[in-house]
Structure formats: C-alpha cells, structure tokens
C-alpha cells in the first residue's frame, strides 16, 4: 500500500508564512509527479503547485512569486509566504506513484491539512 501524510497547516495571520511538508511511504518503485491541490469552502478543488521528478514545476497564476515547491526522496514541500486570506482552504498533497508489481502510475491523495489565514 501507499500512504501520503501531510503536515505544517494552521492558523496564521495575513502577510505571515507557513510550511506543508508531504512524505510518500509503502510499496514504491518511482514517483513521478508530487503535488499540492487546495479546496475552500464550497469550492472546487484547485491545483496550487506541482513538481515532476527532475525539477520542472508549476503554479497557480495566484499563488507565483508567493508560494515555492520542492521535492526530495519521497517528500514534497510546499513554503507558503505572504499569505492573504484567500489562500484559507484544505490543502491536499498529490502524487503519481508507480507501486511494485504494477507497470503503470497511479494518483494517491493525502488526508488533507487545513490553512486557515486570518486576523
């Protein structure tokens, strides 16, 4: 089995930062691609960031020059600054996982994290 676990959410104020960190554990022959989705309130879930194995990666339009995603082994982190109440919402780590025994990539969700921003 694969498991995502996910870390780092929590209250903070407007302008402040904070740090997701998501670690892929089980049966596991390559990551392909990690990731973070967000899902407010009665909203769709959204893609903020993702990085491919090697380096590229990309952002939401609303998140650039704010938010920073890296990734090493099997651990994916998301450094969130100058935060905006916008950015309140369950953050979701995603990862495509090739698992052994299988030849093909599978998408695997974390439990979520909540990031609330707020004075």
């Known amino acids: 089995q694969v498991q995502l676990v996910e870390s780092g959410g929590g209250l903070v104020q407007p302008g402040g930062s904070l740090r997701l960190s998501c670690a892929a554990s089980?049966?596991?022959?390559?990551?392909?691609?990690m990731g973070w989705y967000r899902q407010a309130l009665g909203e769709r879930r959204e893609l903020v960031a993702t990085i491919i194995s090697g380096g590229p990666t990309e952002y939401a339009d609303s998140v650039k020059g704010r938010f920073t995603i890296s990734g090493a082994e099997n651990t994916v982190i998301l450094q969130m600054n100058n935060l905006k109440p916008e950015d309140t919402a369950v953050y979701y780590c995603?990862?495509?996982?090739?698992?052994?025994?299988?030849?093909?990539?599978?998408?695997?969700w974390g439990q979520g994290t909540q990031v609330t921003v707020s004075s």
């Open positions: 089980g049966s596991i022959v390559r990551i392909n691609a």
């Open positions: 995603n990862a495509a996982i090739r698992r052994y025994g299988t030849t093909n990539y599978r998408t695997y």
